[in-house]
């Protein structure tokens, strides 16, 4: 068993990945500090710190969505928690549209059968020729 305490000190603020436990979907990642954790813990549904404003809030409380605590789960170094969640109601928002999760933007998708030719990172140009050792492109993230 962790000690709250150990996991808490310094006043760190902790990244979160939340999932779906019934679906292992990946809905959001957030903020925890302490006071969030507590909340989490007393009320059995999960709060967040908005690292912007320094607010701690349930999620999607203004909405009437809730996230019911399942389980918590800390990394090997006590650097960042895994909560798993019964999500009721919808989980983010653009606009009009509700979404499952907060995932919503692709950047990449690879397609059974093809692969990607092309693709530009930075001033690094990546082709089915790219060798993916460090040499290859470490000069041009140094500049």
């Not at 990642?29 to 690292?51: E, I, R, S």
């Not at 990394?75 to 909560?83: A, P, R």
């Not at 059968?113 to 082709?127: I, L, N, W």
Request: negative net charge; proline residues 1%.
């Amino acid at each position: 068993m962790i000690d709250l305490n150990e996991l808490w000190k310094d006043g760190k603020i902790m990244p979160v990945i939340t999932v779906e436990s019934s679906t292992g979907r990946v809905l959001l990642h957030g903020y925890m500090n302490k006071t969030a954790f507590a909340y989490t813990l007393k009320t059995g549904k999960v709060w967040y710190l908005d690292p912007k404003s320094g607010e701690v809030k349930k999620w999607g409380e203004h909405a009437g969505n809730v996230q019911k605590l399942i389980s918590i789960k800390a990394d090997d170094e006590l650097e960042s928690l895994l909560i798993k969640v019964e999500q009721v109601g919808h989980v983010c928002h653009k606009g009009t549209e509700r979404h499952k999760t907060c995932f919503i933007n692709d950047i990449y998708t690879r397609h059974k059968g093809s692969v990607s030719k092309h693709r530009k990172f930075g001033k690094v140009e990546v082709d089915e020729n790219f060798d993916y050792s460090k040499e290859d492109y470490e000069e041009e993230f140094e500049n």
